[in-house]
């Protein structure tokens, strides 16, 4: 049983993580002669608590390695530094990539956040890399390593799976199936079976979950955390929901059927939804509770969002800099 502290971080980094995104969007498709958003934005509208979830329920030593659609693990594990993420779309000097890349390509390791690749499901090789030097060195910690349904189908995902297996590395693979790769539905990629299943080729333990569920999402990372921990080997955790977006914010997404697109618009399959119906269905909050985290997140993203606006571009003449480590 989680304490109501929990359950209220919970529902406030969900909600942190809806409106962040929903304030890029807006700024997205509004945006016309001055141009504030460089480059694309990949938003996780439904898939809000497979990121959250997953990161409330590893420990701040644990490593996390994500994906494009993660920002409500990094706003989890980066312990809201919103405005520094903000400023990376908006291609500023003090965003984490100093203006030199968009979106969640980066890395922070002091918060033991694992940069990014931009290539797909090359993340898991490194997140394979990392696990197996705390297993040498026996320091007890975890790697959570996100990809996404068609990252599956990446040869890169079987090498780091194979030997995750074959190493018994702690690992935790997170795969958000959002039935879309790109426009490819989940059926047309696999010839049969789920992924979850594809985890017993490799010698590992996995679950398939309900990926709308917050507590779902946290109860599955926590135990498959403890697994890991305790040098059981990898666990892979496949959670099932929808991307209610297109790929990125320049796709329509006129490939979904209308029917596939209302069923999951319905209430039911909204994370924030479910999770507020079953707080105020079990007495663990009340309608002020839940409208206080709302408005401490609302706070949090105008804050944000003003003083990252306000902060210069980089220089041209430091376009060279930090290529090297050290920057040299």
Known sequence: MLNNGVYLDLYYWLVLTRRAEEKLRE???????????????????????????????????????HTHRELGALLVRGRCDLEKIFANYLAKQTGYTRGRDSGLNFGNMENRVILKHPFMAVNLLVAAGVAWEIKNQKRGEIVLAFLGD??????????AMNAAGLWKLPIVFVCNNNQLA?????????????????????????????GTDVLKVYKAVSMAADLARAGDGPV??????????G????????????????????????????????LIGNRLAN???????????????????????????????SSLDDLFKGGE
């Open 182 to 210: 790109i426009s490819t539905p989940f059926e047309k990629q696999v010839a049969g079976g789920n992924i979850a299943q594809r985890a017993a080729a490799y010698g590992f333990k996995s679950a398939r979950i309900d």
């Open 236 to 245: 892979l955790i496949e959670c099932v929901g929808f991307r209610l977006s």
């Open 27 to 65: 700024v997205y498709r509004s945006q016309k002669d001055e141009k504030l958003i460089f480059g694309n934005i990949y938003l996780s509208t439904l898939q809000e608590a497979i990121a959250v979830g997953a990161a409330c329920a590893v420990r701040p030593t644990d490593w996390i390695s």
């Open 247 to 278: 790929h990125a914010e320049h796709d329509a997404a006129d490939y979904i059927p209308k029917e596939i697109w209302d069923e999951w618009k319905k209430p039911e399959h909204d994370p924030i939804v479910k999770f507020q119906r079953y």
């Open 150 to 159: 068609g990252a599956t189908s990446e040869g890169f995902t079987h090498e």
């Open 287 to 317: 309608e002020t509770d839940l409208r206080e985290r709302e408005r401490m997140a609302d706070e949090e993203i105008t804050s944000a969002w003003e003083k990252a606006k306000s902060q210069p571009f980089p220089a041209p003449e």
